[in-house]
């Protein structure tokens, strides 16, 4: 029963992560196997995994939230997953911008500059 | 000129709020007129008009950030924002079920307490 | 399976809040079944039912990231836990000092009033 | 010579606040006199007290910091206290403003409410 | 109309900015040209325009806020333009300690140890 | 009288930070002698001198506050002084998951990674 909810975490870090990522997040489970077990079993498959939002609109919740509280360590793969789950360069842009009058500039521009990295490491995804 | 931002961002207010809350925000004109005129005129005008969202994936990153950030005196307008462009009960609970994985439970349940009062004044919203 | 993280959660929330901090506490059950279960199961069952921390210890987690967040409505009810659980008036007041030097007074001043407030009504707590 | 440090803040709460604030403030005193002297003596004794800013300066930090964190509870007596340094009505409705491009809308929103009864309640400050 | 928004924006940021950090902040005009004209048009034009308070006074409400809020990546450019605009390495540095009693020691030593760098590498803003 | 307090707070110091980090700590001399007097008389002399917790239990105060606000530069240093007055390693693992539920994953995974560079660096302290 505990597997199933791992495995729900599993299967939908496939759908946001590309291999790649999941394999640099995994070091986690050496640092500390529960944390990173929290991480799946609850994280990505008692929330991610719940039918009521899409994953797009999920990143929209998470890419916002980790700009509010600065957490721009992780924000870099979260655009990934964002463009991954299907959301344009625009939309990913544009959540940014309206981040701006909840947010104040100074975290705006941060993560804009992160969008950039990304925008150009992913080129297969086209401007639209 | 000034006054197709300032225009642009009463159309779009007309959109998310109630005549009431309008009526209620608009105190702001007296105790500060020109903080008014950037609500409406940034705020509302240059941000929310912006067509590379639809107005219920503005309100997505609205309420997340106002959750992230803990500003619960402006929550409950903008709950009922989110019902009024089209977001169901049902997403918005999960919107703030999503939030739990990356702000903890304590913001998150004080957004969900709120979010009870605004779907009980509402009651036209059916749960689906 | 899943019935066991329930029962845990819902032990140890027997020693950390009174009946009536339960009783109350549950009324999320009626607003959001799913976000209550998480409550139960992964912050209660999952996280404090863990041995590698004393109740007394994770109350001072908490009690000090509540205040750093500025999540002042959550505080006394986990006040209220740390007497408890064990926790001295003493010690709780001393929480709330040492967070002066890394929250600022402001934040320390706001937790030490409603520390204030929860002695009154816990007065079976001698000041030891 | 601990008398010095917190008889400098002493005085400088007396440029700061009228009597009744400090009345007020005093209950601190009785809640926990360990922090009330932190209060005193570090707060205002080593920081206010210092030369290399005017009172008036102190006060665009201590609002500025009050309305970034949320710290709502304390933003009415640093307003009045602004009022009382000499920082005019127009100087701290700027200062709001000013916060705007930094903090997002809704904590600026909140801060100028607050702002409004102060003004209201000390009309003897004319609005210059 | 709209020009003379972001005109007034583009001469207040010469003010406060030396030729150079103003190319490097240009850079945002090529990742999300909506963004930058945000950033000149309101936040420079709309709000630092403005005449109720001094550019001195408002870099000590920025340079507050960036402390507050931990965005330590926009601090540096703006402890240059506060002495572009006339601050004192006393009041900087002032600035700073008066931070200390509202948010605490570790946002104030990183501040702090910004502000040295960019003392270093402006020599010629004599200590006073 | 100063002294006394200058000299608790090298005392305390001198329990939690190697030769080497006081070392390093003490470049802020440097940079603002009137800060760095603070740091040693009020944070280390008056707070952490105090009598009511434990070093230990001032420990999880100040990790789980630097964690809640994000304060990731000062977090090394004091995951090595939890780790000097006695908390294992389990324990601050166990510290940093709880934290899971009150600040969510992002912050709480950053933190891990910092410890576990803190654990490999310090490999006298056994895994217990």
Known sequence: ?????????????????????????K???DVSPDLWDMIVSF?????????????SQREIVTI???ITQGAFDQLKVHLEAALNVGLSREEITEIIIQCTGYVGFPKAVQAMQIAA????????YSSR
Chains 1, 2, 3, 4, 5, 6 share one sequence.
């Open 1 to 25: 029963m505990e597997n199933s909810r791992y495995e729900a975490g599993q299967k939908v870090m496939e759908e946001l992560f590309s291999e790649q990522v999941r394999q640099d997040m």
């Open 27 to 29: 070091g986690m489970k």
């Open 43 to 55: 994280g990505f498959g008692d929330l991610y995994s719940r039918k009521a939002l899409s994953l």
């Open 64 to 66: 916002t939230s980790l």
């Open 117 to 124: 990295e990304v925008f150009q490491e992913n080129s297969e």
